[in-house]
């Protein structure tokens, strides 16, 4: 730290003739006066003629940037990168987007604009101590006096300046030594900071290992351990250890419809589609389709699935000659009840819906393989509204 | 013509277009309106006596030299109660969505609404509309009338009687929106539900208390009178502004968000209503007339320490209130979007009726509440 003259302090007793003494000063001074308070003093920064904080732009910056990057991810993962069907809603749901772009938002604006803005622009990080920090002052100007600094290089610019500031009432100065210049101050310290970074480190695999002991030493029960029946879980109440039950041979659950083919085949020659081929079934088909089935068959029914290659299961193409002729008893059945390592819907999608997907299968194969009088009778008629993946909800 | 012949004229033309209405037949719609325009100036006089509570709960300072100006508004009170007495003819004579013959049928059928039932009996809801203006008449006699009082007597006893009364109050207060969210908004669509429905209630209430505190400043400084307010005070209440504006939008989209996100039925409904047809330009207004314009017009510092600018965004929250009632009771009528000479008639004569009963009562007593003993403290503070 050099030695030479840095600022000369003025100690005031309130606010109010503090900022007298400012307008006293500020002919003669102008640029070189600060203040020093033990709180923040609104409209003081006008007194000073200080240039409006950076702070607030970079704010308003970072945050319009989040709101940017959140919504624009969101969007992009959602609609182009991993499309993937969320309870039948479309894939650009904003809605579902609000509250991440929130919190992106205020991290940015606040964690990184605010506090990190604030660090640098106004406590002039890397510097992390100032000459005024070691004056005989600085402990009352915490408490209860009010300083105005004023800037000199040479110590007849302090002789002066200390006059000046008695003369604008101030009961008390002090000379301060040293300087602010980049480099010349003492920078943060190495040593702490290596310290807590070793510090941060040692803690995170501690609570690492800890927490995998936590398993084996248990000191508390925790709610996940409980002796109720959990499905796919072995359970002692039952003689044959199992958690899940079978239904009683010649029942038919409450709610449930009595299957009584056992094989597509056999649905095939008992069962017909009882809706008619509407284009509010189709529409209802199509909706379906590309909740339940569409990640396997694929948009078009030809069993490109959108799974990724990790899966090896081969899903069905619905176009094969077999399925074109197969009626749509075989469809429903395939459906209910699953096939190969199809799991059954008749769980998930209520029987009308199944129905539908199966209107909704034959359009597709009449579609992918359509003759030049389908052509022309498409041509003909009118666009059926059939229901479009966008729209609002 | 003076200013104060405005208010007066535009009373006379919506009273006219309202006999109108009236004899055009449409009482449903007649009664619509009523309610719109009726719950506005109910909003303010609810937000004023709400800020009047919080002040002495809180035992804040920096508010009690514009005290008087919600202690004012919210004499309306009386006025009030009469218009909701004619309110509760209106819809009970099959305005209310509870009270319409179809629903009342159906809560004698549907067993799912047998506890609904009780809820909307005709007994009980005159008891409770009773209760709830009994609460509101005389917590603003206490507080309001007494703090008149004190101007007189001086008597510091009178602030501490304040601040105890306030925290029973804030319980009652609660519980009174509530009530009143439930049988005039939300039962408009009795067969919908949402939980988080009074406290969205709530905040446009206290943003309809907060805009016509910062109007009845601006009417009193053009005046001359009010000086004591700087705009220290000013950026205070912007500030009260700026919050509950945040505030309006966050719980709005998570009763939005909850209710698209579960899609169950019997909730999205009434949602839908509102985002098809003719609605969807109103609701997609809404957000950006109550939180985006506010928003970003609050986060100024000078807009929030003049009076004048920060009065044409008080003016603008009042403005997105009527339009959040509107969009909350019309749609339930099934008419699609109704605005004619008849929602204007209504809007003139409202308009006209609360500029009146402002004016006239932001004349009684004194500008200062003089007897506070915190008085000198609010008159020195300072940010």
Not at chain 1, 5 to 30: N, S
Not at chain 1, 140 to 161: G, H, N, P
Request: hydrophobic share 50%; proline share 5%; glycine share 10%.
């Amino acid at each position: 730290m050099s030695d030479r003259p840095f600022l000369v302090l003025g100690l005031f007793e309130d606010a109010t003739k503090l900022v007298h003494a400012i307008r006293a000063l500020k002919p003669a001074y102008g640029e070189k006066l600060e203040a020093y308070t033990p709180y923040p003093i609104h409209g003081i920064e006008k007194e000073l003629g200080l240039p409006k904080s950076h702070v607030g732009k970079i704010v308003l910056t970072l945050g319009l940037s989040g709101l940017t990057l959140a919504l624009g991810f969101q969007s992009w993962v959602f609609t182009t990168d991993y499309q993937i069907q969320f309870g039948g809603k479309p894939y650009f749901s904003w809605a579902s987007f609000v509250p991440i772009v929130f919190e992106v938002t205020v991290l940015l604006a606040c964690i990184i604009g605010a506090v990190f803005g604030m660090l640098v622009l106004v406590n002039k990080l890397p510097h992390y101590s100032h000459p005024i920090l070691s004056s005989r002052s600085m402990p009352k100007i915490t408490r209860d006096r009010f300083a105005l600094a004023v800037s000199v290089d040479t110590a007849e610019e302090a002789t002066a300046a200390e006059a000046a500031l008695r003369q604008a009432g101030a009961p008390e100065t002090e000379l301060v030594h040293g300087t602010d210049e980049l480099g010349s101050g003492p920078l943060l310290p190495l040593k702490p900071v290596l310290a807590t970074v070793i510090l941060c480190v040692l803690a995170g695999l501690g609570t690492w290992h800890l927490q995998r002991l936590w398993n084996k030493l248990p000191l508390i029960s925790i709610m996940d351990e409980q002796t109720k029946v959990v499905p796919f879980r072995a359970n002692g109440f039952y003689p044959d250890g199992q958690s899940m039950r079978q239904a009683v041979a010649g029942t038919v659950a409450r709610g449930a419809q009595y299957v009584a083919w056992t094989s597509p085949e056999e649905a095939g020659t008992m069962l017909s589609n009882p809706l008619a081929a509407d284009s509010v079934v189709l529409a209802r088909g199509r909706r379906q389709y590309e909740t339940h089935c569409l990640v396997c068959h694929g948009q078009l029914g030809d069993g490109k699935k959108l799974l990724s290659d990790k899966y090896t299961g081969a899903p069905a193409n619905l176009h094969q000659a077999r399925l074109k002729e197969a009626p749509d008893g075989h469809f429903y059945a395939v459906i209910s009840a699953g096939k190969n390592t199809m799991a059954g819907y008749g769980k998930d999608i209520p029987a009308a819906d199944r129905w539908a997907i199966v209107h909704y299968v034959r359009v597709l194969q009449r579609a992918l393989d359509a003759s030049d009088a389908d052509v022309q009778v498409a041509a003909s008629r009118p666009v059926a509204a059939v229901g479009t993946q966008g729209g609002t909800h | 013509m003076g200013k104060s012949t405005l208010p007066k004229i535009l009373m006379g033309l919506g009273a006219l277009g309202m006999a109108g209405a009236w004899l055009a037949g449409d009482s449903v719609r007649f009664s619509a309106n009523w309610f719109v325009w009726s719950l506005l100036l109910l909003a303010v006089v609810l937000g004023s006596l709400f800020i009047i509570a919080l002040e002495h709960l809180t035992r804040a300072q920096w508010s009690i030299v514009l005290r008087r100006v919600p202690e004012r508004l919210a004499g309306m009170l009386p006025v009030l109660a009469l218009l909701f007495a004619v309110g509760a003819a209106l819809g009970l004579s099959g305005a209310f969505g509870w009270a319409t013959p179809a629903f009342r049928e159906a809560l004698a059928t549907e067993p799912h609404l047998h506890g609904k039932a009780i809820w909307f009996s005709t007994p009980f809801f005159l008891g409770r509309l009773v209760f709830i203006f009994a609460v509101w008449l005389i917590s603003w006699k206490l507080l309001a009338g007494g703090s008149m009082k004190q101007d007189e007597s001086r008597d510091p006893r009178f602030s501490l009687f304040a601040k105890r009364f306030s925290a029973p109050f804030m319980w009652l207060f609660a519980i009174s929106v509530s009530i009143l969210a439930v049988d005039w908004l939300m039962g408009m669509s009795p067969r919908w539900f949402s939980t988080i429905f009074g406290v969205y209630i709530f905040a446009g209430v206290f943003l309809s208390g907060l805009a016509a505190t910062v109007l009845g400043i601006l009417h009193l400084k053009k005046q001359g009178r009010l000086k004591e307010v700087r705009p220290d005070h000013l950026y205070s209440l912007g500030g009260f502004l700026f919050a509950f504006t945040v505030f309006w939008a966050y719980i709005a989209f998570s009763q939005f968000m909850l209710i698209w996100y579960a899609n169950l039925p019997e909730e999205t409904f009434w949602f839908n209503t509102r985002l098809t047809g003719g609605w969807y330009p109103i609701t997609f207004v809404l957000p950006i007339l109550r939180f985006l314009i506010p928003f970003f017009a609050l986060l100024s510092r000078e807009v929030k320490m003049d009076a004048k600018r920060l009065s044409w965004v008080a003016a603008l929250v009042l403005v997105g209130e009527v339009i959040d009632l509107y969009w909350l009771i019309v749609p339930e009528l099934g008419q699609g979007v109704l605005l004619g000479w008849q929602e204007l008639a209504f809007g003139l004569f409202f308009t006209g009726l609360g500029l009146t009963l402002a004016e006239a009562r932001l004349n009684v007593g004194k500008d200062l509440p003089e007897g506070d003993p915190n008085l000198d403290a609010s008159l020195h503070y300072h940010l």
